[in-house]
């Protein structure tokens, strides 16, 4: 497989924020706003990889800025680096006032995507490599990331076989 440019996974979403995406303080629910996120970072995972992809993981979404009613939110998305049959994929929201013209970042966030052949098996990706500063600033990273989530899974899988499907107070028995 070819390498790719990092920046051929470039995916920009524009989204207007109306009164259904919102909570009741007027404000983009989180989880609309982590539902886009996964939503661009899958499209520029597919994109660097020609086939389809399911997430993996995110990184840890902290809500920087609030993103109110009719503002619009615009998330960016490229693939940072890869392994084997996984992506890196970096996404960073912006929120604006579109009468003001007033622009902030909101939350960055990486999600690990991964490509999955016909019967939903992890398949190979191509390799890719950055160009611009920032690109190489954020492939620099990649790997020490990729540690960190490999740890942090294995702990996931620890809790959940602590604490197993049922409820602590599940009178029955069934967890």
């Known amino acids: 497989m070819e390498a790719k440019p990092c920046i051929h996974s470039l995916t920009v979403k524009n989204s207007h924020v109306l009164p259904p995406d919102t909570n009741s303080h007027g404000t983009l629910f989180g989880g609309q706003l982590m539902a886009y996120m996964d939503d661009v970072a899958a499209i520029a995972a597919t994109r660097h990889a020609r086939m389809p992809v399911v997430t993996a993981s995110t990184d840890s979404v902290d809500f920087l800025?609030?993103?109110?009613?009719?503002?619009?939110?615009?998330?960016?998305?490229?693939?940072?680096?890869?392994?084997?049959?996984?992506?890196?994929?970096?996404?960073?929201?912006?929120?604006?006032?579109?009468?003001?013209?007033?622009?902030?970042?909101?939350?960055?966030?990486?999600?690990?995507?991964?490509?999955?052949?016909?019967?939903?098996?992890?398949?190979?990706?191509?390799?890719?490599?950055?160009?611009?500063?920032?690109?190489?600033?954020?492939?620099?990273?990649?790997?020490e990331r990729a540690v960190y989530r490999k740890k942090r899974r294995e702990e996931s899988k620890t809790l959940a076989k602590k604490f197993g499907a049922g409820f602590p107070w599940d009178p029955t028995g069934r967890s």
């Open 65 to 143: 800025a609030p993103v109110k009613e009719g503002d619009t939110i615009c998330l960016e998305a490229f693939v940072t680096w890869t392994h084997n049959t996984s992506m890196e994929v970096f996404v960073k929201a912006i929120t604006e006032d579109l009468i003001k013209g007033e622009r902030k970042v909101c939350t960055t966030a990486f999600l690990t995507m991964v490509a999955v052949d016909e019967n939903g098996k992890p398949t190979q990706v191509p390799s890719v490599y950055p160009e611009s500063e920032e690109e190489k600033w954020l492939n620099q990273g990649a790997e």
